[in-house]
């Protein structure tokens, strides 16, 4: 008699039928996708690689939450939307998030509360979070089959900081304090290959070398033939980065900033573009260039492409409109031609501002409150363990569907966020989806492929 029990009551009746709620539905829960989450999981097993890497200084004999446990409940619930640890005072009694990290729906005892996951993200020690950094570099290795020739993309984005949080840093661009997290993605997958918190300040040319030189060779160890293209803007085409791949035989295409030098270089090429476009009826006309250039720090030339493009532009406080060449340079080691380069190769890095959205925005990986440095970098870990399950979710789904190709917010709305009746039996536990679920037949498919192949 210690359970308090909520009594029916009555609303708005429905053509005259008196319309009464009450709280006698059984154990349910309302994000029925973390079925797929679970599934995911047991297909990459990110989460497990993860906990396996996390120190564990608890007495074994008083452990009541096992770490796969707190970082795959704290993972799926990322990529359910909760994104912040109290959450789990919440979700620590779901049935399904029960079922996610292994334990009986109604006979388990509750996930950890939030007052364990937060010390489960302070535990690491500096050197501790590299190793989960590390983590993840040898899941992306082991999960994705490589080719002969692999391009990852390198950026950065802005994070603001709400507090007297470790690294911030004031960003005059954005008129305030915070961090620009780094991100690598693999661009023939869009899978994510690491995270990094740093301070929100263009990156010096040794730390671009040092994060490339580090994910290299990592990744060496299990892609020891395949050669790699390293592809960023301007903050990332650092004379010491460019050095570093060409005496490792690596490959990269980097923006590059222009001045004078450069400028007179395609001088020639931009008069005639003017002509042709003074002379087409074409609102803009484009035109590529590519030649050696040896900037004073450099130790040796290197091939840089331009990108010529005239168009008519308005005069500030004017009427009239005039004509105006927008030239923008690339530097890199590949072999092609200037036009191939640029709009085939360079400009698809377009997708990683994409993949950083849905890391960031739908995935909320800005939300690094912790005072600790270290804590927040643990964090932004658990947030792209969160991004590998639904991308694994994402990569089950037919390519026939409009879903294939889809945001993580969609799929959100479209397959977690339904609602289910656990009931739990001796012998079985039976989940009881809505018949009217709209994507029933979808996450019917899903969960199949999700599914080993073996008994």
């Not at 995270?195 to 020891?224: M, Q």
């Not at 105006?324 to 640029?342: C, M, N, P």
Request: hydrophobic share 40%.
């Amino acid at each position: 008699m210690t359970d308090d029990t909520l009594l029916p009551f009555d609303v708005s009746s429905v053509r005259r039928k008196k319309l009464t709620i009450d709280f006698d539905g059984g154990n349910q829960s309302s994000d029925g996708g973390l079925l797929l989450l679970r599934e995911a999981e047991r297909q990459l097993g990110v989460c497990r690689r993860l906990a396996e890497a996390m120190p564990d200084r608890r007495d074994p004999d008083r452990v009541r939450h096992a770490m796969f446990e707190m970082v795959m409940a704290r993972a799926s619930a990322i990529a359910c939307g909760y994104e912040d640890a109290i959450d789990l005072d919440r979700l620590r009694h779901d049935p399904l998030m029960k079922v996610a990290v292994g334990r009986c729906p109604e006979t388990g005892a509750p996930l950890a509360s939030q007052s364990t996951i937060s010390r489960l993200e302070n535990a690491p020690s500096k050197t501790e979070a590299a190793r989960l950094s590390a983590a993840l570099l040898d899941q992306f290795g082991t999960s994705v089959k490589s080719g002969k020739l692999e391009v990852l993309d390198i950026d950065d984005t802005f994070c603001a900081a709400h507090g007297g949080q470790q690294l911030a840093f004031w960003n005059a661009h954005h008129d305030e304090r915070g961090f620009a997290s780094m991100h690598i993605y693999h661009v023939a997958s869009g899978r994510p290959v690491a995270t990094i918190l740093r301070p929100a300040r263009t990156p010096k040319g040794t730390e671009v070398r040092t994060i490339i030189k580090h994910v290299t060779k990592r990744l060496r160890r299990h892609w020891p033939k395949t050669r790699i293209v390293w592809r960023g803007d301007s903050h990332y085409g650092r004379v010491e980065a460019m050095e570093w791949a060409e005496d490792n035989d690596e490959d990269y295409i980097f923006g590059l900033a222009g001045n004078s030098v450069l400028d007179a270089l395609v001088a020639e090429t931009a008069d005639y573009l003017r002509f042709h476009h003074a002379m087409s009826s074409k609102a803009k006309l484009r035109s590529f260039a590519s030649f050696m250039y040896q900037a004073g720090s450099w130790k040796r030339p290197r091939k840089v492409v331009a990108r010529l493009e005239c168009s008519l532009q308005p005069v500030a406080g004017e009427t009239g409109m005039r004509q105006e060449v927008d030239i923008r340079y690339v530097v890199t080691s590949l072999k092609g031609s200037a036009q191939h380069l640029y709009e085939t190769v360079y400009c698809q890095r377009g997708q990683m501002e994409n993949l950083i959205k849905l890391h960031k925005t739908q995935l909320a990986s800005d939300r690094m409150s912790c005072h600790s440095a270290t804590a927040n970098q643990v964090r932004l870990v658990l947030h792209t363990a969160a991004f590998w399950l639904m991308h694994g979710v994402r990569a089950a789904i037919p390519k026939t569907s409009p879903l294939a190709k889809c945001e993580f917010a969609t799929i959100r709305e479209r397959l977690i966020k339904i609602g289910a009746r656990v009931i739990e039996h001796i012998a079985r536990i039976r989940v009881q989806l809505p018949t009217s679920c709209p994507e029933g037949a979808l996450f019917r498919t899903v969960a199949l492929r999700l599914m080993p192949s073996g008994p």
